[in-house]
């Protein structure tokens, strides 16, 4: 009996001991994770139940020369609530009126919305959506809804904000406004002028705000004493012109539609400081309407045909191989390098002189000027382009430039046949830009300037950064060789393959261009011709404000393709409305010649000039609050009478029409 009393206290004490030494073993560890590694763990805890989450700046806006608005950040809200938040009383005593302002706004009824509300709370929903994507003004609408009012701490409610980015003058030079955009992995896409500027100015900086998770992957906002206020990205002003921009892109548009063509695009330069007025670039869709889908202007290195013709008789002339009076047999339509025939249109020209070889843009005149004189020395004329910085891409601010290609001797694209092939612009490619920049410095006076689409960048009026032309080249070539190809280029439109545009009462300087392209496979080609008509040049031809060109791809052969009669009537119709619908003083006065339509036109357009300083944007589409503020940011002071509430569907005043001070603009909403 002792024995078995002896064993089952031994028993006893061993049970008694394995647990105090587990109970040490638990307070030891106890001990360990409260003070050893407790930091380590706390900060475990912390960031799987609270983040930091960005909070976005507002993306600068983009404005036109004059301060139209071309691209601006609209701020949208989400608002939520948190449904547990409130106690019960107060929130039983606001659910009613809630319910109510939600069926007064949304148009659902007032049981519904109490009992999803009831619902969430029920179920402890700390993050439950009333609204999303909501203008400003429906936000200042909602926050004072009952509940709501008593903000985050009594209420519960939840406020997030994004921004959607915004172009009030809609598909007109959207591309080359551009965007910057994210995918779901991250990647980005730059485009335009808000692509190139927005990770130096436009983006901003963003601020953080904690969160805290809730459950179901959702976070809610808490308060946070280290929150970080997002700083606003600076507006960038550039050179378009939105007056001039409207003119070239219906009037390309219209030419497109007419010609049916496949992409075409127009760029307008200032002679004198380089900037851009004007670029619009559109492509024909499936359904045959046109959009801005691709900046050609910018990006598509091609072969520009006959507009390149200029180039190669600025060398000829410039090394003094043949003046303008020398004469050059150009057969009948038909001459054969080295195994290869060279066409004219028509039957030829016969013995003509090298300006009249540029002036009917005869491919047969200038191959053979560059041949025959430049043969034994091909390097000679390609030094001459390469000099002229044709062969190197501009570095413009805006992604995706095209790269030019101008073979050499050597090279593995480089034949006998390279070079009389590029003295009339095939075997090589630049972009239109490139030659627009070139055709620019011989209007102004030999100085080539790189072309610039901004102005300046600015924090409200404050200037950060001011641009200023860029020059190139100080002088392409000598006075008498530049006079020369000026006048070579006035004769074009007078009597030259550009006579169509010529007008008695406008003068304009410029040179035609029609390629071939898509010629790889001869025989599909003739099957299916393609080409590029193009128009390059300036007005006023003695003294340029302006330079242009005009390219339009693949127009319909059955409606026609040469350069002059696709391209040439967009030119011409660009510089005439230019000094007729834009009201600028200066361009009125840089005429040289009297006539008394446009003295009358200018008389009435300097009249209006005085009264507008703005373009009334299309508001139709927008929350009524969100149209009121643009308006009231504009450059004019105007009158804002809105009838109705929530969306805006009609305006008093169209779209890109000027505004007048103390002007009433009405609009329509509902």
């Known amino acids: 009996m002792a024995t078995t009393e002896k064993n089952i206290l031994k028993r006893l004490y061993f049970v008694a001991g394995c647990l105090f030494v587990f109970a040490l073993a638990v307070v030891f560890k106890l001990v360990d994770i409260q003070f050893v590694q407790g930091d380590q763990y706390r900060a475990l805890a912390d960031k799987t139940t609270t983040r930091d989450f960005p909070i976005p700046a507002n993306r600068g806006n983009v404005y036109s020369a004059d301060g139209s608005l071309l691209a601006t950040s609209i701020p949208k809200y989400d608002i939520r609530i948190d449904a547990i938040q409130a106690k019960d009383a107060t929130f039983e005593k606001h659910i009613n009126a809630l319910a109510d302002s939600l069926h007064a706004y949304k148009g659902k009824p007032v049981s519904y919305y109490k009992n999803i509300i009831r619902k969430a709370r029920k179920n402890k929903n700390r993050y439950f959506l009333l609204a999303r994507n909501i203008s400003y003004s429906d936000y200042i609408r909602m926050r004072n809804f ?55 100015y436009l983006r901003g900086t963003n601020g953080k705000r904690r969160k805290q998770k809730i459950g179901n992957g959702q976070w809610k906002p808490i308060a946070d004493f280290d929150q970080v206020e997002p700083k606003d990205g600076y507006d960038v002003y550039t050179t378009i012109d939105v007056n001039i921009q409207d003119i070239a892109h219906h009037s390309l548009l219209k030419q497109l539609e007419l010609y049916e063509a496949e992409h075409g695009c127009v760029v307008v330069m200032d ?104 043969a034994k020395q091909p390097q000679k004329f390609i030094d001459h382009l390469k000099a002229w910085k044709l062969n190197d891409s501009l570095d413009i601010s805006i992604m995706g430039e095209g790269v030019p290609d101008i073979p050499e001797p050597g090279a593995s694209n480089w034949s006998r046949n390279a070079l009389p092939s590029i003295a009339y612009g095939y075997n090589l490619t630049i972009t239109p830009l490139q030659t627009l920049t070139f055709y620019n410095a ?175 944007p299309s508001v139709i589409g927008m929350p009524a609050m969100d149209a009121i503020a643009l308006l009231e940011n504009l450059q004019v002071d105007i009158r804002i009478k809105l009838t109705g509430s929530g969306i805006i569907k009609k305006q008093s005043v169209e779209k890109h029409q000027k505004l007048q001070t103390n002007q009433t603009i009405v609009l329509d909403a509902s």
């Open 271 to 374: 002679v004198k400081t380089g900037e851009v007025k004007a670029i619009a670039n559109l492509a024909k869709t499936s359904k045959g309407t046109y959009y801005e889908k691709r900046n050609y202007a910018v990006y598509e290195a091609q072969e520009p045909g006959s507009t390149f013709k200029v180039m190669a008789l600025m060398a000829a002339l410039e090394d003094k191989v043949v003046d303008t009076s020398t004469v050059v047999d150009t057969k009948n339509g038909r001459k054969k390098f080295y195994g290869r025939y060279i066409t004219d249109s028509g039957s030829g020209f016969g013995a003509i002189s090298a300006a009249r070889a540029l002036e009917v843009s005869s491919n047969i005149g200038l191959a053979s000027i560059i041949d025959d004189n430049y």
């Open 442 to 616: 011989i209007a102004n006076n030999g100085e080539m300037i790189k072309p610039r689409f901004i102005k300046s960048v600015k924090s409200f009026d404050k200037p950060i950064e001011v641009f200023e032309k860029e020059v190139m080249i100080d002088k392409i070539c000598s006075n008498k060789t530049l006079a020369e190809i000026q006048d070579v280029l006035k004769n074009a439109v007078i009597r030259g393959t550009g006579k169509r545009m010529y007008s008695e009462t406008f003068s304009m300087a410029g040179k035609t261009g029609t390629a071939r392209t898509n010629y790889a496979d001869v025989e599909k080609w003739y099957k299916d011709k393609k080409y590029v008509s193009s128009f390059a040049g300036y007005f006023p031809a003695d003294n340029p404000k302006y330079s242009c060109i005009v390219v339009i791809h693949e127009p319909s052969t059955k409606v026609g393709y040469y350069g002059a009669d696709v391209s040439g009537p967009v030119f011409k119709r660009i510089a005439q409305k230019i000094y007729t619908d834009t009201p600028i003083i200066d361009k009125i006065e840089t005429l040289n010649f009297e006539h008394n339509l446009v003295n009358e036109d200018y008389e009435n357009y300097f009249e209006n000039a005085r009264k507008y300083r703005e373009l009334m």
């Open 146 to 200: 009952p509940l709501l009012n008593l903000g985050a701490i009594k209420g519960g409610l939840i406020v997030e904000q994004t921004t959607r980015r915004e172009h009030p003058m809609g598909g007109v030079a959207s591309r080359s406004i551009g965007y910057e955009r994210f995918d779901e992995d991250g990647n980005v896409s730059r485009a335009g002028i808000d692509g190139a500027f927005g990770v130096k």
